[in-house]
T-cell receptor, first 113, second 114 residues
Framework: QQQVKQSPQSLIVQKGGISIINCAYENTAFDYFPWYQQFPGKGPALLIAIRPDVSEKKEGRFTISFNKSAKQFSLHIMDSQPGDSATYFCAARGGAGSYQLTFGKGTKLSVIP | NAGVTQTPKFRILKIGQSMTLQCTQDMNHNYMYWYRQDPGMGLKLIYYSVGAGITDKGEVPNGYNVSRSTTEDFPLRLELAAPSQTSVYFC?????????????FGPGTRLLVL
């Protein structure tokens, strides 16, 4: 069974701090690694994504770091704001022509003032 | 663009009843998906479709059926509802390429089976 392991399950960060969420995968055929953000009562929405031939991607306050040899990737949220409070899911795409996403179990982030 | 729409938003079913969850997208996406989301368990793929007339099983297909007669619609059928099917169901659509895969999710249907 293909898996993406995500940690921590929950995270509390003070406003202005750095939030870090980690994911690890096993299948080296995965070829695309997105992060989705979900607010309560809403569907997930794509936040940022990276391909395995890139070690880092930054969009505003959000950065993905990717370590291909360790089969790990992480989301960093700089200057965390209360509006960032949400559940974050990492995911990995099947590779070899498969476009299915395998999701991690999610991290509930709470940013406190 | 309405994006991905789902109906109903909430439904209570009795054990053994059946129902259809509706999903429609107006982005002309070829791929469509059904997921279920349980607390602390992430998103599990139930069924997916790569185009009209083509469907395939995901990770957790038992107890569900789908059809895709048009590009826009991808209904999910629950036969003989069981308490284990209590969950939040999300429909999503995408137009994947070799370089990206953005799935657009609907607002979800919350289902309670009693």
């Amino acid at each position: 069974q293909q898996q993406v392991k995500q940690s921590p399950q929950s995270l509390i960060v003070q406003k202005g701090g750095i939030s870090i969420i980690n994911c690890a995968y096993e299948n080296t055929a995965f070829d695309y690694f997105p992060w989705y953000q979900q607010f309560p009562g809403k569907g997930p929405a794509l936040l940022i994504a990276i391909r395995p031939d890139v070690s880092e991607k930054k969009e505003g306050r959000f950065t993905i770091s990717f370590n291909k040899s360790a089969k790990q990737f992480s989301l960093h949220i700089m200057d965390s704001q209360p509006g960032d409070s949400a559940t974050y899911f990492c995911a990995a795409r099947g590779g070899a022509g498969s476009y299915q996403l395998t999701f991690g179990k999610g991290t509930k982030l709470s940013v406190i003032p | 663009n309405a994006g991905v729409t789902q109906t109903p938003k909430f439904r209570i079913l009795k054990i053994g009843q059946s129902m259809t969850l509706q999903c429609t997208q107006d982005m002309n996406h070829n791929y469509m998906y059904w997921y279920r989301q349980d607390p602390g368990m992430g998103l599990k793929l139930i069924y997916y479709s790569v185009g009209a007339g083509i469907t395939d099983k995901g990770e957790v297909p038992n107890g569900y059926n789908v059809s895709r007669s048009t590009t826009e619609d991808f209904p999910l059928r629950l036969e003989l509802a069981a308490p284990s099917q209590t969950s939040v169901y999300f429909c999503a659509s995408s137009f994947p390429t070799a370089y990206q895969e953005t799935q657009y999710f609907g607002p979800g249907t919350r289902l309670l089976v009693l």
